[in-house]
Structures are given as structure tokens and as C-alpha cells.
């Protein structure tokens, strides 16, 4: 099965380094990352060029549309049956395509938790659910990220 990362991404070269490290070694040659980069300013796109990868693949938008729209027009470009949607500042565990493939096994649909980190990258003991979502399930948390 292919797979497709979907970043949606604006002044990100805070982390989009390590971002990068993290995922691209979880991926196979025919998987992709599919970046929509929404009118950075910064060294975001310079950043993912040096990679020098040919499974990223970066959309330049014209002008700012928002993260919403920036995240759907990743998902308009990408290719594979399974797709991961990311942000800008995600840095992924080594383990994470291996556990949520092997989740799919069994369920259409995965939903993870995430390690909230600080400014510069350490750990605040804080996990997204706990912090951000008070409630459990799809409905809602997709709710509080689209409203």
C-alpha cells in the first residue's frame, strides 16, 4: 500500500527539518510526502528542496488561503491508499507508519494522541488530549479542529 504524508505548511522552517527526519525514514521508495505550502516567507520550502528527495512533493500556493484549504489542496495531490495528515511542527516517533499500518489491520481509521512540546522542542509533560480536547472520539475532535 502507498502512502501519502499530507503537510500542510506556512514560515515552518522552525521544525520542518527535523519534521523530515522523522518521517522520511518511515516511508518506502513509492510513498510520498505531499507538501502545500501556503505563501512562506521563511526558509520552509529551501529547507525541503535540500532533502534533494523525490518523494517530496511540494505545491506552492499563491497568496495565503488558510490551513483548512492548505491541508485540502494536499490532500487533492496525493496519490496513496493510506494517507497520514500532518502538521507543519509534527516530529513523528521512529515506530509510527509500523503502528498505525498495523492498526488499519483492523480498523478504517486511526486516531492518535500526540507529546506537546515547547518552543524549542522539549517535552512539557502535557498530551494533546489532555490539553487541547476534552473529549473523546472522531466527531468531536474533528469538530473542535474545523470550528
Known sequence: MKISVCIATFNGEKFIREQMVSILPQLGDADEIVVSDDGSSDDTISILKSFHDSRIFICQNDGRHGFIWNFEHALTKATGD???????????????????MAA?????MVLHDAEIVDKIGNKTG?????????????????WKTAG
Open 104 to 108: 488499519l489491520q483492523d480498523h478504517d
Open 82 to 100: 493510506v494517507i497520514f495528515l500532518c502538521d507543519q511542527d509534527d516530529i513523528w516517533k521512529p515506530n509510527k507508519v509500523e503502528t498505525v
Open 126 to 142: 502535557v498530551r494533546y488530549s489532555e490539553g487541547l480536547h476534552r473529549r473523546k472520539g472522531f466527531w468531536s475532535n474533528l
